[in-house]
């Protein structure tokens, strides 16, 4: 699986404007508009208060209208945590339901 690291290597490589980082799903705090995200489905610790690895990664893009789009590559809803920035935030939500990626599969990454 790649890390934070590689992905940020990666947006820097592709082009991608307005990237603002990758977080685990209960470290972002903040979303502003026209702004891209690569978010991984794991919380940051686990429950022994150990740091994560990671898991999934998804994307979140807003746009300057107070939109954001949610893709997950299994088709899957945000997590609650991703749910609630937004709402708090007065952000419209879209998202796929399309399942992209087979469940065996590690290559998430690059369907985001």
Same mark, same amino acid.
């Given at each position: 699986?790649?890390?934070?690291?590689? +992905?940020?290597?990666?947006?820097?490589?592709?082009?991608?404007?307005?990237?603002?980082?990758?977080?685990?799903?209960?470290?972002?705090?903040?979303?502003?508009?026209?702004?891209?995200?690569?978010?991984?489905?794991?919380?940051?610790?686990?429950?022994?208060?150990?740091?994560?690895?990671?898991?999934?990664?998804?994307? +979140?893009?807003?746009?300057?209208?107070?939109?954001?789009?949610?893709?997950?590559?299994?088709?899957?809803?945000?997590?609650?945590?991703?749910?609630?920035?937004?709402?708090?935030? =007065?952000?419209?939500?879209?998202?796929?339901?399309?399942?992209? =990626?087979?469940?065996?599969?590690? +290559?998430?990454?690059?369907?985001?």
């Amino acid at each position: 699986m790649l890390s934070n690291h590689d +992905l940020d290597e990666l947006v820097v490589k592709m082009g991608i404007k307005n990237f603002k980082g990758c977080y685990y799903k209960d470290t972002l705090k903040k979303i502003e508009p026209n702004s891209s995200y690569i978010i991984n489905l794991n919380s940051e610790y686990n429950e022994k208060n150990e740091r994560n690895k990671g898991s999934h990664w998804v994307a +979140l893009i807003t746009d300057d209208m107070k939109r954001g789009i949610y893709f997950d590559s299994y088709g899957e809803r945000e997590p609650v945590e991703i749910k609630n920035l937004l709402k708090c935030n =007065q952000y419209k939500l879209g998202h796929t339901s399309k399942n992209f =990626q087979s469940l065996m599969s590690n +290559l998430c990454v690059f369907f985001v």
